[in-house]
């Protein structure tokens, strides 16, 4: 059982330390046209990092004694599509009715949930995940803690609050998203069994692609992404989503870490995990990934299968073709996603593809492509060729010799040629 009640435990009033003193619910006129009984607490996430000493997200209330029509009736937004939730007036704050629920089906929808009156503070608080999120805190500034997650926030453990941590397989992706933020935590035995147990019983197969991605592509942005994917392969979440791949290997980890240190950008370590994990293994759009991620993917796998030419030719710059580097740095769509380009140079230093002389080489390089003075060469390329095209047409189709688009690519490695690096 990961559930250890604590009789409802409450600790000291926190009203006056500056750290909680922005979660304390506060009666507001909006709170105020609530029923006199009814008991606001600020919930979840934000008590957790406020407790850790780290920025504190958005605030989460949970409204316990109301009715859906007193929150109505007090100016609340309902929003919610599934249970009852509640924006607030002024702030636009999320206030949630203290629920159980039930489950009805496989998935994370498969829920049908109670949210009258009668339900407690610690009855909402036993459906949560894990006890570091199960805590909270009351308008008079105490906390409320009955399932010792503060305990557990001291001693670094993931441990899930009761059983019913097993009727929702998103939290199997949370968990080892929560393990990429918090490296140094561990996760307590009988948690990991229960992973281990849900995977083992189909829950995982209920997970959808872009849930999966909501999840993972948050893991990835974490501190330590390495984690994540251990937690998902040690739990066999990462076999389930992926249709069968096995581990990834050591080599892959660490690129992962090193992209997080450098602060790459999410589209940068998804490309790194799929290039080195999945390319072989999986199809990556089982994960959902935005577009521009799964560009950055294709790419990085592309110029692995080049980059030996590439550094071929870069070493040996004034015996090499300035088309074939124009093709390559033209490749990343450059002209209109000069980001990607950075992205691409990124990953591949920190997969040890390019060194960092190299990555500096193109980046200059680069410049002799789109910047002011090659915008220049082709302008003067292309009046020469519309003062040409007037007095008759040279050719037809986007190869030829004679069109715009070969006169305006031509331009461009000349004026590339000029740079000193190749002579």
């Not at 939730?85 to 949630?96: K, R």
């Not at 380009?341 to 680069?366: I, K, M, P, W």
Request: glycine residues 8%; neutral net charge; aromatic residues 6%.
């Amino acid at each position: 059982m990961g559930n250890r009640p604590g009789n409802g435990c409450r600790i000291a009033v926190q009203r006056h330390n500056p750290d909680f003193a922005a979660l304390v619910p506060v009666r507001d006129t909006a709170c105020r046209k609530l029923p006199p009984s009814v008991k606001i607490y600020c919930v979840g996430g934000a008590i957790r990092d406020c407790l850790l000493k780290e920025p504190s997200g958005d605030r989460d209330f949970v409204v316990v004694g109301a009715r859906i029509e007193d929150m109505v009736g007090a100016g609340f937004t309902p929003v919610g599509k599934d249970f009852p939730v509640f924006l607030h007036p002024s702030t636009h704050e999320e206030y949630a009715l203290a629920r159980t629920e039930r489950k009805s089906s496989k998935g994370y929808k498969g829920f049908t949930f109670n949210v009258d009156p009668s339900v407690t503070l610690e009855d909402d608080l036993s459906r949560r995940d894990l006890t570091i999120n199960a805590i909270a805190l009351d308008e008079s500034g105490q906390l409320i803690d009955p399932f010792r997650g503060i305990d557990d926030l001291h001693a670094k453990t993931f441990r899930h609050v009761s059983p019913a941590f097993q009727e929702d397989p998103v939290r199997l992706l949370r968990l080892a998203r929560f393990a990429a933020r918090w490296p140094d935590f561990v996760i307590a035995d009988q948690t990991q069994m229960l992973c281990q147990s849900m995977v083992a019983s189909g829950e995982a197969d209920a997970l959808v692609a872009e849930r999966i991605w909501q999840e993972i592509g948050k893991g990835l942005e974490a501190k330590t992404p390495s984690r994540m994917m251990r937690v998902l392969e040690d739990t066999g979440v990462w076999a389930a989503i992926t249709k069968g791949a096995g581990r990834v290997q050591r080599k892959a980890l660490d690129h992962l870490d090193r992209a997080a240190e450098e602060n790459l950008p999410s589209e940068g370590r998804y490309a790194l995990l799929i290039h080195n994990a999945g390319v072989d293994c999986f199809e990556p759009a089982l994960f959902k990934a935005p577009k521009s991620h799964q560009a950055l993917a294709s790419l990085l796998t592309q110029s692995f299968l080049t980059r030996d030419s590439l550094i071929d030719a870069l070493d040996h710059i004034t015996a090499a073709s300035p088309e074939l580097i124009f093709n390559w740095i033209t490749a990343t769509d450059i002209l209109r996603k000069p980001e990607r380009f950075e992205l691409l140079l990124g990953c591949l230093r920190v997969a040890n593809y390019l060194s960092q002389d190299h990555a500096n080489t193109l980046q200059g390089l680069a410049q002799w492509v789109v910047g002011e003075a090659a915008g220049n060469a082709v302008a003067a390329a292309a009046a020469a060729w519309h003062a040409r095209e007037a007095k008759g047409p040279i050719g037809d189709g986007p190869g030829h010799a004679g069109s715009i688009a070969e006169v305006v690519r031509l331009a461009r490695i000349e004026h590339l040629r000029q740079s000193p690096l190749f002579s």
